[in-house]
């Protein structure tokens, strides 16, 4: 059974501030995703990741993923209050005979930018 | 605009009563997909379907049902015997894996048991 696992599960942050999510998971996979949520909203896909050592940069955010160590982070910079928001990393595994098979979320992080 | 429609946004639904949540997308994916999401939780596959007339449990199908009959359809049921069916319901769909699998949501249906 797949299992995803993110930390910090809430962050609390000043603006101007650097920090990293982690999120790992716990078998072979080459798909993981980032998405975001706000309050009472849907998901907003972020990044794509599809391979070993993929990094992929959007604005003050920067995902990265490494498939050996089963893990990816979520990079701010310098942080600004718009970035408050929850943010859910999800893997993808190898279904049988191809095919999208559905997505396997972690708990997500609640992350609060204060000024 | 391409996309992914739900309807209701909002439902509420009475003890032993069956509802059905609406999810249309004219992005022209293959791949449909429900979701359920409680609060402070991630999201948890109820069903997808990969194909029209076909379609799969996911971790928590029990007292669910889905139908596949279009494309661009992919209803879901929540019936009586889902005993805590209070939660946030979202849709999604996409490609096929080969063709990179990212998925797109819906703006959700929020169920409340009255």
Redesign the interface.
């Known amino acids: 059974e797949l299992k995803v696992e993110q930390n910090p599960l809430f962050l609390s942050m000043q603006e101007g501030k650097n920090y990293t999510i982690y999120c790992n998971y716990s078998t072979t996979s080459d798909r993981l995703y980032w998405y975001r949520q706000d309050p009472g909203k849907s998901l907003e896909s972020l990044f794509v990741l599809l391979s070993n050592g993929a990094v992929k940069q959007e604005g003050r955010l920067m995902a990265s993923l490494d498939t050996k160590a089963r893990l990816s982070t979520l990079h701010i910079t310098a942080a600004v209050h718009d970035l408050s928001a929850t943010y859910f990393c999800a893997v993808d595994i190898e279904g049988t005979g191809g095919g999208a098979d559905g997505l396997t979320f972690g708990k997500g992080t609640h992350l609060i930018i204060q000024p | 605009d391409g996309g992914i429609t739900q309807s209701p946004k909002y439902l509420f639904r009475k003890e032993g009563q069956n509802v059905t949540l609406s999810c249309e997308q004219n992005l022209n994916h293959?791949?449909m997909?429900w979701?359920r999401q409680d609060p402070?939780?991630?999201?948890?596959?109820i069903y997808?379907s990969?194909?029209v007339n076909d379609f799969?449990k996911?971790d928590i199908a029990e007292g669910y049902s889905v139908s596949r009959e279009k494309k661009e359809s992919f209803p879901l049921t929540v019936t009586s015997a889902q005993k805590n069916p209070t939660a946030f319901y979202?849709c999604a769909s996409?490609?096929?894996?080969?063709h990179?699998?990212?998925?797109?949501?819906?703006?959700?249906t929020r169920l409340t048991v009255v």
């Open positions: 293959d791949a997909y979701y402070g939780q991630g999201l948890r596959l997808y990969q194909i799969q996911g979202l996409s490609t096929y894996r080969g990179g699998a990212e998925a797109f949501f819906g703006q959700g």
